[in-house]
């Protein structure tokens, strides 16, 4: 039997998730933005400008680009006597499911202080919804998100000097960005790697990767994607993909199938050298090009890994999942699998 665990039908579509206009504190215009992502090969925008959320649909174009309506929300740990360099933060990404959305999760015009977002506020943007910093309120706010029907994500943990005791206990999150440009690019070197990500998952929490360029201008743009693999460029697709776990991160290697076969792991890949296979126990593995080459294709078996998982009754949360590393040492991550998902694989 042979799961498909990116779609083998349909296509892949490249998308920065992460993104910030003179909406807010962006240096470009949307239309801007547009013409730049789309001259990169990216059909997908998500315009996440802080506190402001606006639908973009009058940028979309049949097959060729799409405007995600997403906004983000910042709370800063105000009153702890540090000044801003060293001030904690937690940053969320909402993203609606409706692209005409206009319900406003959390709502407080008074948080739309950055840049010259307050001056975009929309008349809907009413309430007085008041953020605190701590696990529990984001929970709350996560709660309120999803229960309006927007995706969440959790961003950059370095840059928001947020440090495991502060995340590990969010629940019900999305994804996890697991390449920030803007961050990265600044130093912040956490927030170019998985480790985030494998917190959540050895907890058996089911968030996917994004790598996002959270970018503010040209200098951080077009660096890191997902590839979302959907029927077509609609917006329904598109959300879909996303709440399914239909894509990939990256900021250099491409995928172009991964399917389980049996208890193979099978994959065909581009711009490729090393591929690891991380899982939440000591079975990792690793193939590698010879020097000078790269990889097109590799596999791994599964079969101890499954059966053990099964044997010692932690399906839910025994996972696998893969990262590839490109020459310069540029990364590609898939979700986590999980065990549970793979129930009628025979061992």
């Known amino acids: 039997m042979i799961h498909a665990l990116i779609p083998t039908s349909g296509n892949f579509y490249k998308a920065n998730l992460h993104t910030h206009s003179t909406i807010s504190d962006g240096v470009n215009t949307v239309e801007q933005i547009k013409e730049l992502y789309m001259s990169r090969g990216y059909s997908v925008v998500a315009f996440t400008d802080h506190d402001v959320m606006l639908d973009h649909s009058d940028l979309n174009e049949d097959e060729k680009f799409l405007a995600l309506t997403s906004y983000e929300v910042e709370t800063n740990k105000d009153g702890c006597g540090l000044t801003w360099p060293e001030m904690p933060c937690y940053h969320l990404n909402f993203y609606a499911k409706n692209p005409h959305e206009t319900y406003y999760p959390c709502a407080n015009p008074r948080y739309a202080c950055i840049g010259n977002a307050r001056q975009h506020v929309q008349d809907y943007y009413q309430g007085d919804y008041w953020r605190r910093y701590s696990v529990e309120g984001q929970n709350e706010m996560i709660a309120e998100a999803q229960a309006h029907g927007f995706l969440v994500s959790y961003n950059h943990a370095a840059w928001s000097l947020q440090h495991y005791p502060d995340y590990v206990g969010l629940d019900n999150v999305t994804a996890v960005e697991v390449f920030n440009t803007g ?14 990500l494998d917190d959540f998952l050895y907890q058996g929490k089911r968030v996917y990767p994004v790598a996002g360029d959270d970018s503010h201008g040209p200098e951080d743009s077009c660096f890191g ?10 917006y329904d697709n598109i959300m879909a993909a996303y709440e399914k776990g239909d894509f990939y991160a990256s900021w250099g290697p491409d995928i172009t199938s991964l399917v389980l076969d049996g208890t193979v792991l099978k994959m065909d890949c581009e711009n490729t050298v090393r591929v690891f296979l991380v899982t939440e126990g000591r079975r990792s593995d690793f193939r590698e090009a010879p020097a000078g080459e790269e990889l097109h294709s590799c596999a791994f078996d599964l079969s101890d890994w499954l059966r053990q998982a099964r044997a010692l009754g932690i399906t839910d949360k ?14 590609a991550v898939t979700r986590g699998y999980f065990a549970d998902e793979l129930e009628d694989v025979e061992v």
């Open 225 to 234: 994607w997902v590839r979302f693999k959907a029927p077509s460029l609609t």
């Open 183 to 196: 961050c990265y690019h600044s130093g912040y070197a956490m927030d170019g790697n998985e480790h985030v």
């Open 318 to 331: 025994a996972y696998f999942r893969l990262t590839l590393m490109d020459a310069s040492g540029s990364k």
